[in-house]
């Protein structure tokens, strides 16, 4: 009998050590990750000037390159403004602040439909009190499994393994090329069709005006300047959004009330060009050249 | 895995701590109360059912074996069993036609398929004098010991009347830990790592509108295949370890099924309990009644056994289709036995053949409706449109269920889990079955379990719905 307990004993020893040794290569591989936005963004000094956050609309189509000025881009698909808070926190712990920030703003931002919190892209960063108390009130299932010993990243496999394997690779072989180095992933090729359906009605979620208003304070507490703004849209299929107008109404009083302003780029001749458009908010290439010459007028005039 | 399977082990690691000490004198009544608390605490509605069908069923075993009532015992065995029948068919009809509320409607028919087996069997026994039993209490654990519940193996009653008391009476040995502790291990690798990352392809291409060519189609069908093997013997590896580590082997339900040579092969080691109980209770009788008739004979107890087993599945005409492929199979294979002894076709050919005709068959087992099944079938005889122009796009793209890095990662991934598990398949069913501690082996499974598996999903075993 004492010689079995002796080896659970030994058996159980091994395994957890095993255990805790591989959730440390997750923490250490996802940090080193130098393609992952959260964990780039921290590993090195970026110091832009002009900053952009938002969901995948701002993601692909800021295209610094053609801006040709310091910016950097921090749209994250799907993220919504809970995350884009946390992604801004995490960029002014380790990055100078910048003098403009740009929310990309539209209706669709408000709506869960579209975006929403991706906790698990927070799994490596718990440590910090801010992400890991947001998480906890956001996403209390996460949350609670990653407290749970050895399966902090386990429920999030699907997603995080390919990042891990990544990251172990970019540190063994001391890789610190970035993939998107100033944030702008460029859209493939898609035809033009619709994102939701006809007559669809946003709603309107508290927590992500919430959110908004945050990142507006964190902002002006770092003494930036915070513009709202809004990509061109696909007019055909927006006029089809019963309740745009009055959302864009909503986020115009927001504005207002922060004494911030709200820029809505486009114009009719290029809103109405579907080739501009791979569907209502998101710019095709061609969309993307456009709209980046526009921007790149406002934000350096001549 | 979820939080009722981390709540369940929890529960069930205290329970083996005490049933091998201060409940060791008590380990049936600990097991009765143990089992029953699980079952009512996860299932209420599914316990309620299974308790009035045990009750029934022993109360009419009585009967027959006291014949009290002074009359002839065969109308209270047929009594018997065609309650049984009726019970299984409605809750399975009150499901198919969705009168429960489909959020709970499986939960009502947990178990049913499994234990009405059991509970015919026993009163079959019970009627031709190879077995008798008074004691309530072991016929209650006959249907509800836990480890084997929801989805079997099916215990047939001489195992369990004759062999469960001696066994779990037994002096605590370590080795039933280890060896029970090494199935629970392979079977939870098999189920959270194999079987369910294979999962939301199969949901996805047998759920919707399939319009794949035949390639990604046949390709699927052999994921299936795969993942219907793993999640289902790797339930049975759990229950097996678990009952192991409470002193009582449960029979294994599978032999290394997807190497098999032929389609008889294939049921000799598939589903194993089941297999077994249908050649007992059905193919034998009927096969002996139609003796006259030779071959024919036992063509028809092939079809009949094979009808019974998809109707056992479930009510949907895609159960009768696939088990009709299977029966057909084996009356094919019946009517070529002396020609084929003759051919002596190299394992090289008979056991992808026999992989490919199974997983045809599955086709129909798993779609969501006939016309899905009837689209991926048509598909892989559609000789124009069977292999692809572009391999990435048509058949890469699609099982991966997208064409970005992750998804070919995640595919590549458990591709290469499944074939290694399946190279090495014979040696791990050996070093499970040691009495042996493999630090290095629970080292390697926890790792690839942690990092590879899908934790909280909340995928249930595919058998859990029968």
Same mark, same amino acid.
């Given at each position: 009998? =004492? ?18 040794? *591989?959730? /440390? *290569? ?36 800021? #295209? ?10 921090? %749209? ?16 002014? !712990? ?88 100033? %944030? ?33 304070? +964190? ?46 780029? $486009? ?29 790149? !007028? ?5 | ?59 009419? $075993? ?14 209270? /065995? ?63 654990? /006959? ?19 004759? =062999? ?49 060519? $035949? *390639? ?67 193919? /034998? ?10 071959? *024919? $004979? ?10 019974? #087993? %998809? ?119 050996? +070093? ?35």
């Amino acid at each position: 009998m =004492k010689k079995i307990l002796i080896k659970l004993s030994i058996v159980t020893f091994a395994l957890i050590m095993t255990m805790i040794l *591989l959730e /440390y *290569l997750y923490d250490f591989s996802l940090q080193n990750n130098y393609y992952l936005k959260y964990s780039s963004i921290q590993k090195r000094k970026i110091n832009a000037e002009n900053l952009f956050i938002g969901s995948c609309v701002p993601n692909t189509s800021i #295209s610094p390159e053609l801006l040709e000025n310091n910016t950097y881009n921090l %749209g994250v698909y799907h993220s919504n403004y809970i995350e884009n808070y946390l992604a801004l926190y995490l960029y002014l !712990k380790n990055n100078k602040s910048p003098k403009r920030i740009f929310v990309y703003t539209s209706p669709e931002c408000f709506d869960e439909r579209f975006n929403h919190l991706n906790s698990f892209r927070m799994l490596p960063h718990l440590n910090d009190k801010t992400v890991n108390n947001t998480i906890k009130k956001y996403d209390y299932q996460t949350y609670q499994r990653s407290k749970i010993p050895f399966l902090k990243y386990s429920f999030e496999n699907l997603n995080i393994t390919y990042d891990m394997i990544t990251g172990l690779k970019h540190y063994i072989k001391k890789d610190k090329q970035i993939l998107y180095s100033n %944030g702008f992933i460029e859209l493939k090729n898609f035809t033009l069709k619709r994102s939701y359906p006809k007559n669809y009605k946003f709603k309107w979620y508290k927590k992500n005006e919430i959110y908004l208003n945050k990142i507006i304070q +964190l902002s002006k507490s770092k003494k930036t300047e915070v513009i709202l703004y809004e990509s061109p849209v696909f007019e055909l299929f927006a006029t089809e959004q019963p309740n745009r107008n009055e959302f864009i109404l909503k986020i115009k009083k927001l504005a207002l009330k922060n004494r911030i302003k709200f820029i809505q780029f $486009g114009n009719q001749y290029f809103n109405k060009n579907k080739v501009n458009f791979i569907n209502t908010v998101n710019l095709s290439k061609k969309g993307v050249l456009e709209f980046n010459k526009e921007l790149k !007028k406002y934000l350096c005039p001549v | 895995m979820d939080f009722n399977a981390l709540y369940f082990s929890l529960s069930f690691l205290i329970f083996l701590f005490f049933y091998h000490t201060i409940l060791k004198n008590q380990k049936l009544k600990s097991l009765l109360f143990f089992s029953s608390f699980i079952l009512i605490y996860f299932f209420p509605l599914a316990s309620l059912i299974c308790f009035i069908s045990s009750i029934s069923t022993f109360k009419i $075993g009585v009967l027959i074996q006291k014949n009290k009532l002074k009359v002839n015992t065969s109308s209270i /065995y047929i009594l018997g069993i065609s309650f049984l029948i009726l019970n299984l068919i409605s809750i399975k009809y009150l499901n198919y036609i969705k009168l429960f509320n489909p959020k709970n409607s499986n939960l009502t028919q947990i178990g049913i398929s499994f234990y009405t087996l059991q509970n015919i069997s026993y009163l079959i026994d019970i009627k031709k004098q190879r077995l008798s039993n008074n004691n309530f209490s072991n016929f209650i654990l /006959y249907n509800i010991y836990f480890p084997r519940f929801l989805s079997g193996p099916i215990i047939q009653p001489k195992d369990f009347f004759f =062999k469960f008391q001696d066994s779990i009476s037994q002096k605590f040995n370590p080795s039933i830990i280890s060896t029970g502790l090494n199935l629970i291990l392979v079977g939870t690798f098999k189920k959270i790592v194999l079987s369910d990352r294979l999962s939301p392809i199969i949901e996805h291409h047998f759920s919707f509108s399939n319009d794949n060519i $035949g *390639l990604t189609n046949l390709i699927i069908s052999f994921l299936f295949t795969f993942q219907l093997y793993f999640d289902f013997s790797g339930y049975t590896d759990i229950a097996r370890g678990i009952s192991k580590t409470l002193g009582f082997d449960l029979i294994p339900n599978f032999n290394i099924p997807l190497r098999a040579k032929s389609i008889s092969e294939f049921w000799r080691k598939w589903h194993i309990s089941l297999t077994s109980w249908l050649t007992n209770y059905v193919f /034998y009788p009927v096969s002996f009644k139609l003796r006259k008739q030779k071959k *024919l $004979g036992t063509s028809i107890a092939i079809l009949i056994t094979f009808i019974l #087993s %998809g109707l056992w599945h479930g009510f949907g005409i895609t159960f009768i289709i696939y088990a009709l492929f299977h029966a057909f199979y084996l009356i094919f294979e019946h009517y070529t036995l002396n020609f084929r002894n003759k051919l002596k076709t190299p394992n090289i050919l008979t056991i992808p053949s026999t992989f490919i005709l199974v997983s045809i068959a599955f086709i129909f087992f798993r779609a969501e409706n006939f016309e899905i099944a009837r689209r991926i079938f048509i598909s892989l005889f559609n000789f124009i449109q069977f292999w692809p122009v572009n391999f990435e796009k048509e058949v890469l793209t699609k099982i991966a269920l997208g064409g970005e890095k992750i998804n070919l990662y995640n595919l590549y991934i458990t591709l290469i889990l499944c074939c290694i598990y399946l190279i090495f398949e014979f040696s791990i069913e050996k +070093l499970i079955h040691s009495e042996r501690i493999y630090i290095i082996f629970y080292i390697i499974i926890l790792t690839l379990i942690f990092a590879f598996g899908i934790f909280g999903n909340q995928t249930v075993f595919i058998y859990n719905q029968f």
